[in-house]
């Protein structure tokens, strides 16, 4: 049909450009166009921990956290080392991940009901079922969070952990001031310097410090009570629900090749099986992809170039000494389970 007025050219015109700009965007996600559009994920990590987020001597993040995060760039970039990571403060992660400084964060951040009803942001995943702990000089004989009456505690501002001792403490009617220090290393310090009876924070985080201890480790000894849980994990916008499931079926895509005997190195070999949901995840058929608004070979990328959930956890947590545990799989006694995916 000819348009006689320039009105109607216009409209033409116009309408041609909206079809374009909608074929062009495909993923359906503003977070990942945008991704995809800057050819890098920006991934907030704490970039202080071992075995969570901590440059190696070469500059390059190493930790479970990292790994996570990698996961995410492969499935929706295809290349994992196409992330740039922000470290963030047990303070400021929140703002960085609102005001869009990061896509996402993967930062030892606890799921709790405050954080999805009042911030804006929502949990996707949980890649470390964790809790709350105490750290001791050996030197004190303290051998039980019982006998904290009246104790200092060095703790992060800002953090659950703050929030899990105040009410346990007061349950159990004891005393305690905290010591409130943002700056890990400084807290850390004050904790050596004797400033502070004790040290809390995630389990895994003392753990972590204990190892960085080196052949010190054994001055320092972990209270057997974990008073509060802490599933850790990432942590999205609300808003962009497409972006949500990517970062969510990425974490079940690992997972689901634990389950199935599929890891980076044996991918390959899978790629004729015939068992359906090993096809599907491999992006072999059932176009879980398209779903996700990512390419099919989303799962394929993101367990051949950074492992599945087994792998992550022995590279990054193992040489830490923390056993498995509760993060095993379902079916191996833990609490990881991930829905069909179909
Ligand atoms: N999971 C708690 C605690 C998070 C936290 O304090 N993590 C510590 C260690 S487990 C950390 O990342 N510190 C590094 C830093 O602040 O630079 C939360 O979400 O509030």
Same mark, same amino acid.
């Given at each position: ?23 062009? #965007? ?33 500059? =390059? ?9 990698? @996961? ?48 804006? @942001? ?13 750290? =001791? ?18 703790? #992060? ?13 007061? =349950? ?63 942590? =999205? ?12 079926? @990425?974490?079940?895509a ?27 995840l491999l ?15 989303f799962a394929y990328?993101s367990v051949? #170039? ?29 609490? #990881? ?6």
């Amino acid at each position: 049909m000819k348009f006689k007025t320039s009105l109607g050219a216009t409209a033409l015109t116009v309408g041609m450009l909206f079809a374009g700009a909608a074929m062009a #965007q495909g993923s359906g996600s503003a977070t990942i166009d945008a991704i995809v559009k800057r050819g890098e994920l920006v991934c907030g990590v704490a970039g202080a921990t071992a075995g969570f987020s901590l440059p190696d001597s070469q500059g =390059v993040m190493r930790g479970i956290d990292a790994d996570s995060c990698r @996961t995410v760039a492969a499935a929706i970039l295809g290349d994992a080392k196409k992330i740039k990571f922000v470290p963030t403060t047990t303070t400021n992660r929140f703002t960085a991940l609102q005001s869009g400084e990061v896509d996402m964060l993967y930062r030892s951040t606890t799921w709790t009901l405050g954080r999805e009803g009042n911030l804006g @942001t929502l949990f996707a995943s949980i890649n470390f079922y964790d809790g709350t702990g105490f750290l =001791v000089k050996a030197s004190t004989g303290v051998k039980s969070v019982k006998e904290l009456d009246g104790a200092t505690v060095c703790v #992060q501002p800002g953090t659950s952990t703050e929030l899990a001792i105040a009410d346990h403490f007061r =349950v159990n009617k004891l005393k305690f001031t905290p010591i409130l220090i943002q700056d890990l290393a400084e807290l850390q310090a004050a904790y050596i310097s004797g400033r502070c009876d004790t040290y809390s924070t995630d389990a895994s985080g003392l753990a972590s410090f204990r190892f960085q201890q080196g052949p010190k480790a054994t001055e320092h000894v972990l209270l057997p009570e974990i008073i509060s849980k802490e599933p850790l994990g990432a942590m =999205v916008r609300k808003g962009d629900d497409k972006f949500f499931d990517l970062v969510r079926w @990425t974490y079940f895509a690992g997972l689901i090749a634990e389950e199935n005997g599929i890891n980076s190195t044996n991918i390959d070999t899978f790629l004729t099986s015939n068992i359906p949901e090993v096809r599907r995840l491999l992006g072999l058929e059932g176009d879980m992809g398209k779903a996700l608004g990512v390419d099919a070979k989303f799962a394929y990328n993101s367990v051949k #170039q950074v492992g599945n959930t087994a792998e992550i956890w022995e590279r990054n947590i193992t040489p830490m000494g923390i056993p498995r545990g509760i993060n095993n799989l379902w079916n191996k006694g833990g609490l #990881q389970y991930a829905p069909p995916m179909r």
